[in-house]
């Protein structure tokens, strides 16, 4: 029987972790804020910076938003990254994307200071995870390592097989596996024989962003299956990237869609801020 990992009640775990730690911190007279900036009113975006809000709000911490119009220029959202970098009281940046076509989302991440960069977006952040050296990792990938370590889901020597390459998502997330001593393949649109390379993977991580892409003939028996896809299907409801009814029988552990890796994004975040925070000490 497949385990189903829950990434509702992990992320719970982290979020009371870091509230008491939030709490410990305050008493020392360490506050902080994490600043979210959303240009234009994509309604998805609209609902991850709400639920932002609201786990900054559960922690604790202070959320200041930036709700700015469509139109807004490139030099008037930079001229407000560069005030929030200054802002003492401020322990995250955060720019939700996708940004209107006008405005240039690479000058965008690198004009965060990479102090405040709790999305772990900057090229600098990037930079220090690929060399083993501190700073804030991408919140996808790290929430994923996390779902594996709290399920008890053992990573080192595994063969681990990520599909697709994405900065966000794809490249930090063999980059981490790799860290946790796992033998890693990174698959993407170009890859030959996906099919093959899949059914060796103990622990198959996808990110293809095609809805129901994987179905059983791509799962070697008993691997664990973290799907981070999230689409809406005919009938509304959201689904993966994985079919979920089709591959679950045939795996030792899987994250369902809703309720899997999602959460976890926030949580990582929400660590990221609070990590901020603890370097004002």
Do not use: W
């Amino acid at each position: 029987m497949a385990k189903r990992i829950d990434g509702k009640v992990i992320s719970k775990q982290i979020k009371d972790e870091l509230k008491e730690e939030v709490a410990q911190l305050k008493a020392k007279g360490i506050e902080g804020s994490l600043a979210v900036i959303q240009v234009g009113n994509d309604p998805a975006s609209s609902v991850y910076v709400n639920n932002k809000k609201k786990a900054c709000e559960y922690i604790g911490i202070g959320s200041i938003s930036y709700e700015l119009p469509e139109e807004t220029t490139e030099a008037e959202l930079l001229d407000i990254i560069e005030d929030l970098n200054k802002r003492e009281d401020v322990c995250g940046i955060l720019v939700q994307l996708p940004v209107p076509k006008h405005i240039d989302e690479d000058k965008i991440i690198q004009a965060i200071s990479p102090k405040k960069d709790v999305d772990g977006f900057h090229p600098q952040s990037v930079g220090a995870m690929t060399i083993g050296e501190p700073g804030f990792l991408s919140c996808t990938p790290a929430g994923i390592i996390q779902l594996l370590k709290r399920s008890n889901i053992e990573i080192e020597g595994k063969h681990c097989v990520v599909i697709g390459r994405s900065n966000i998502v794809g490249k930090p997330m063999a980059l981490l596996m790799l860290r946790e001593n796992a033998t890693v393949t990174i698959a993407h649109s170009k890859t030959k024989n996906l099919k093959e390379l899949c059914k060796q993977a103990d622990i198959l991580i996808v990110a293809i962003g095609k809805p129901k892409f994987i179905d059983e003939s791509y799962v070697k028996e008993g691997a664990v299956v973290i799907d981070v896809g999230i689409h809406r299907n005919e009938e509304n409801k959201l689904c993966g990237d994985v079919d979920f009814e089709k591959v679950e029988p045939h795996t030792s552990a899987i994250t369902p869609v809703p309720g899997g890796v999602g959460p976890m994004t926030i949580a990582m975040l929400m660590n990221n801020c609070v990590e901020s925070m603890r370097g004002q000490k």
